[in-house]
């Protein structure tokens, strides 16, 4: 029998009961089976992309009955910089939790949607299509959320190779923030000093 990616990377005992997970692109490609691993693991998974037929499809995966991952489909297109808010406000929604200390957080977030559109075509907003959706919109997106991640035990990865390459594994330890996270931190701060 074919080994879960999971169990690949040796997280496969893991559990993620009670986590909240949001994965970008997760309506096909990588980014469905990473959404699959976490729901096996037992993570409410946020499964987003624009195909609304695809991410049904990924939605019943999850939650096949098999484990008890549970998953919802959030659309939002990556060159709308509107949808890429309301998917925060969507994630937002998803997490809160009136009980918890903290109201409720996201405890992942896997940056992934994207691709190489070769049309070169431009956004509404005069930016070039493949630069806007990977990498201006998940650090909207990053930024957006960066008050709902779970303070001190959240994981973010991210599509970048660089990224990918200096975790080594998708066991990035807690402590290790992406370049993202940093960035939008530095800018947060240079923004309020
Ligand atoms: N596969 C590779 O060898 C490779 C190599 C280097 C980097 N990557 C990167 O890894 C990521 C996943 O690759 P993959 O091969 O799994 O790609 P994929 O199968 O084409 O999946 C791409 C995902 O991104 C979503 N997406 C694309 N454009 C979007 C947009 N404008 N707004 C919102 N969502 C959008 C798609 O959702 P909808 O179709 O539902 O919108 C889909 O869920 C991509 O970011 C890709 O650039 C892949």
């Known amino acids: 029998m074919r080994e879960h990616p999971e169990d690949v990377a040796g997280v496969g005992d893991e559990r993620l009961v009670g986590r909240t997970a949001l994965v970008t692109g997760s309506t096909s490609g990588i980014g469905r089976e990473v959404a699959l691993s976490l729901g096996r693991l037992g993570a409410h998974v946020i499964v987003h992309g624009r195909d609304a037929e695809a991410g049904a499809e990924v939605v019943d995966a999850v939650e096949d009955g098999v484990n008890e991952g549970t998953a919802e489909f959030v659309a939002a297109d990556f060159a ?18 009136d009980d918890a200390d903290d109201g409720g957080s996201l405890d992942i977030l896997v940056n992934n949607a994207g691709g190489y559109f ?30 709902d991640l ?32 940093r960035s939008a931190r530095e800018s947060a701060s240079s923004r309020s000093t």
């Not at 910089?81 to 929604?93: F, H, K, N, Y």
């Not at 303070?151 to 290790?176: G, I, Q, W, Y």
């Open 80 to 97: 709308d910089p509107e949808a890429v808010a309301a998917l925060a406000d969507a994630t937002r929604d998803a997490v809160r939790d």
């Open 118 to 147: 070769r049309e070169g075509r431009l956004t509404d907003l005069g930016v070039e299509y493949t630069f806007h959706v990977n990498h201006l919109s998940p650090y909207q997106l990053t930024v957006d959320l960066l008050d």
């Open 150 to 181: 779970a303070a001190d035990d959240f994981h973010v990865l991210a599509r970048d190779r660089e990224f990918e390459r200096r975790s080594r594994s998708v066991r990035a330890p807690c402590s290790r923030r992406n370049s993202s996270i």
